[in-house]
């Protein structure tokens, strides 16, 4: 059973990583293209040769949102349960939520939640790293791509998404400063 909070929530998530991954498919997809064209095609997200998404981790990190998401759905159905209602029937209805399962929401997107700010950034920072391979030149594709999923979000969502999302996105994009400092320090 779906609900309206966890289709936001997946949506939310998932915009950005569709994003990202759309990214990479584009970047595959254009060196296929220059291997078998005589004329070379650029992109600005083409992978150079000593760096390589890396797949593995990207797959990784799928499987664990994938599990993530369950769980929250999980603790959303269980609410629906209890009241004896189901998700269709209170779309337009306040509901009453139980303290163990506000307590338990409470902690998901706390400082230290799963879905709070600093785990949420560091996903998404951990993603377009894997998806680059490293590649720090690449980091301006991958700042427009989550920027891109947040404004996709928002559309999801029908309007400004809820306080926490944007401190993740802010979060998010002092990752990208300090990666690209990360750089500059090495060179």
Known sequence: MSTPISNHLYG?????????????????????EQETSSVPKT????????????????QSMKADLSNNVAAFKKMVQG??????????STMNQLMEIDQATQAQ????????GEWGVEKTAMRILEFAKAIS??????????????????????????????????????????????WANEGKTEA
Do not use: C, H
């Open 12 to 32: 939310y998530q998932s915009a950005i990583y569709d994003t990202k991954v759309k990214a990479v498919e584009n970047t595959e997809k254009a060196e296929q």
């Open 105 to 112: 929401a409470q902690q998901a997107i706390s400082e230290d």
């Open 133 to 178: 391979g490293g590649d720090s030149s690449k980091m301006e594709a991958l700042r427009g791509a989550v920027q891109q999923g947040f404004a996709a979000a928002e559309k999801v969502w029908g309007s400004t998404l809820p306080e926490i999302s944007y401190k993740t996105l802010d979060r998010v994009m002092q990752g990208f400063d300090q």
């Open 79 to 88: 609410l629906f349960k209890n009241q004896g209602m189901m998700a269709e």
């Open 43 to 58: 992109d600005t997200f083409v992978k150079s040769p000593q760096y390589k998404p890396d797949m593995e981790k990207v």
